[in-house]
């Protein structure tokens, strides 16, 4: 078991297991938070995540694959691969991610951090990755939050790409659209200089 | 550079003294805001009532006279207008009658930069937490020398969550130190717990925790909220923290009073290996040293204000202050 990525809430090794290469998602336990509080959320973000990913193969979104779960735990296929964030020749690929939030949105997911961070490039194709803070929701506001974050981390063109490709598979998309539009008019959001990607 | 600064955004008029950095006076009147919380005018009344006195205690306490002061500075905002607006035209008053270059200081950069200050940190990660605020910040460079909001509450402040909820209990409202006190001894209790990503929301923990007064322990309730409120507050500067890779940590505003927060944020500090600072509690609170320290670099690098330029913000965003 290799550690190739720690997070802020969990441990990523890759692991080979019978000659495939499978990641293991390990959350962590946080020594500031109450014992009791600190295990519910581990435990529950795990189960979420792994009912996620499952939901997402069925709907045919690029992700990784969930290949197993434990309690604090979940084993998935490993993509190798670039993150959208460090590719400079990102046009092309952006279309391909609006269509995959489409998708995700139309199962009533909102992955909850959509950031050119979380989108990983192999061979030209984009893989959404880190359900970690998804959620199964029909909300119209944390889905328009997935687009917002991903506006606020990409060029003007580049993310003008992403929403046309969007929009046009979104069965939601004008009306998800629209809330957005309200979002950014909240002061905070008018003004906020955030880079999340 | 002999700088007095002026801070009069929420319930306490704090006027400050700085020389070259150094604070000289930090003094300051608090308007008792008890169990009915603050009504603005009221508030602003009593500024107006105390401020030649705070005024005069500062220069005291500070040895010099009123006209060898060289500058001045006040709260633009973010605040309470009627509040604010006692300040400001102190501050006028002030630049107009000793003929000293006046700044404009936004409340929330003043308390990083102080943090920053005392606690001899460069470029950290900070996490403001007070009763209307609560934010995770970083300095930008461009396109201007500003706080970046890395992360921020989506409904109320921390601080004014936990006021609520002491108030509903009838405890003091103080920053959640009565809720702190109230908590010892007691059990974890399942509460309402909203982190998104960097962003986090109090609401909904408040109304869980209040429906519940009376039906479980006060003192398991107090544990529980305040286990809560302040473990999303981490959680959310932990993601921060890895994000932006930064090398130090400071908490500042009216909730970093807290002890419990300040065990819980270096244990998180404690975890990645980095520094973490904060400023005495006399700082943390609302105070006019830290305007003072604030306008004293505005000053110097040429971010004086005209006079007819002056004025308050109530939603004053820190992204939009020039931090000197």
């Known amino acids: ?32 938070r109450e014992k009791t509080l600190d295990e519910k959320i581990r435990s529950a973000r795990t189960k979420n995540e792994a009912r996620i990913l499952y939901r997402m193969e069925h709907a045919g979104v690029a992700a990784p694959r969930l290949v197993g779960v434990g309690k604090f735990s979940i084993y998935m296929t490993f993509i190798k691969g670039a993150l959208l964030r460090d ?23 909102s992955h909850g951090d959509f950031t050119p961070a979380n989108i990983m490039v192999s061979n030209g194709m984009p893989y959404v990755i880190d359900f970690g803070l998804a959620e199964i929701t029909k909300s119209t506001e944390d889905k328009a939050i997935d687009l917002l974050l991903m506006k606020r981390s990409l060029a003007t063109a580049h993310y003008k790409e992403l929403e046309t490709s969007y929009l046009r598979y979104a069965k939601e998309g004008k009306k998800i659209k629209e809330r957005l539009k309200e979002i950014e008019k909240r002061g905070r959001y008018k003004t906020r200089t955030l880079q999340t990607g | 550079m002999l700088v007095i600064g002026i801070e009069s955004s929420a319930h306490t008029f704090g006027v400050g003294i700085v020389d070259d950095g150094k604070i000289l006076a930090n003094e300051k009147s608090s308007y008792n805001v008890g169990k009915g919380g603050m009504i603005p005018a009221k508030v602003a009344e ?9 005024i005069s205690t500062a220069l005291e306490k500070a040895g010099v006279k009123l006209k060898e002061i060289e500058g001045v500075g006040y709260t633009r905002g973010p605040g309470l207008g009627p509040c604010l607006q006692v300040g400001e035209l102190a501050a006028k008053t002030l630049s107009k009658m000793l003929n000293i270059p006046i700044a404009q200081v936004n409340h929330g950069v003043a308390h990083i930069e102080i943090t920053k200050h005392i606690a001899g940190l460069e470029d950290p990660l900070a996490l403001y937490v007070s009763g209307g605020n609560s934010q995770i910040l970083k300095l930008a460079k461009k396109p201007y020398r500003h706080y970046a909001v890395f992360g921020e509450t989506l409904d109320i402040g921390v601080g004014n969550m936990l006021d609520s909820f002491a108030r509903s209990l009838k405890l003091d409202p103080a920053w ?45 309730l107090c544990y529980s ?16 923290l890895l994000l932006t890779k930064s090398e130090e940590l400071c908490v ?19 975890e990645h290996g980095i520094k973490f600072g904060y400023a005495p509690n006399e700082f943390n609170a609302d105070n006019g040293a830290m305007i003072a320290y604030v306008a004293e670099r505005l000053l110097e690098n040429g971010y004086a204000s005209k006079l007819e330029e002056c004025g308050i913000e109530q939603r004053y965003r820190i992204e939009r202050a020039v931090v000197p």
């Open chain 2, 225 to 240: 909220i305040q286990e809560n409120a302040y473990a999303m507050v981490c959680e959310a500067t932990e993601r921060a």
């Open chain 2, 176 to 220: 959640g130190s009565s809720v702190e006190k109230a908590a010892i001894g007691g059990k974890y209790i399942e509460l309402p717990y909203t982190v998104k990503g960097m962003d986090f929301a109090f609401t909904g923990l408040l109304t869980r925790a209040t429906e519940l007064i009376g039906k479980v322990k006060t003192e398991d």
């Open chain 2, 252 to 270: 500042c505003g009216g909730v970093a009073q807290s002890n419990k927060l300040k065990e819980m944020l270096s244990l998180v500090a404690k």
């Open chain 2, 46 to 54: 009593f500024h107006v009532e105390n401020a030649g006195k705070v």
């Open chain 1, 87 to 109: 590719i400079k020749k990102k046009k092309e690929i952006l279309s391909e991610v609006g269509k995959m939030l489409a998708k995700m949105h139309n199962e009533d997911v």
């Open chain 1, 1 to 32: 078991m290799k550690l190739i990525s720690e997070g802020a809430e969990a441990k990523i090794y890759l692991c080979n297991i019978w000659g495939s290469n499978i990641i293991a998602k390990v959350r962590l336990e946080k020594a500031y």
